[in-house]
């Protein structure tokens, strides 16, 4: 079974950046769209981008022009860059296939607070 964890996450002030990583286990991970997801406290997880097996990305509107998803299937790894963070922003992380069928890691908390 494939396992992922997040890291990367932390606390930073508003209009800050984060870049969170996901490490995949598993030889699948190069053939499988990846999205990262964010669950705010007392909400659902939600999408916030997917990338293809090809580089296509695609953007929740929260986010678009603030983040860029990104891929390195050499090291099994999912990117996920964050400028100009909000308070808004601050969840837990999660990354999984595009829709998730993996089971979900711990995922990485992000706080955006002065």
């Known amino acids: 079974q494939v396992q992922v964890v997040e890291s990367g996450g932390g606390l930073v002030q508003p209009g800050g950046s984060l870049r969170l990583s996901c490490l995949a286990s598993?030889?699948?991970?190069?053939?499988?769209?990846m999205g990262w997801y964010r669950q705010a406290p007392g909400k659902e997880r939600d999408l916030v981008a997917w990338?293809?097996?090809?580089?296509?990305?695609y953007y929740v509107d929260s986010v678009r022009g603030r983040a860029t998803i990104s891929r390195d299937n050499s090291k099994n790894t999912l990117y996920l860059q964050m400028n100009s963070l909000k308070p808004d922003d601050t969840a837990v992380y999660y990354c999984n296939t595009s829709p998730g069928i993996w089971a979900w890691g711990r995922g990485t908390h992000v706080t955006v607070s002065s």
């Open positions: 990338i293809s097996t090809g580089g296509t990305t």
């Open positions: 598993g030889s699948t991970f190069s053939r499988s769209y």
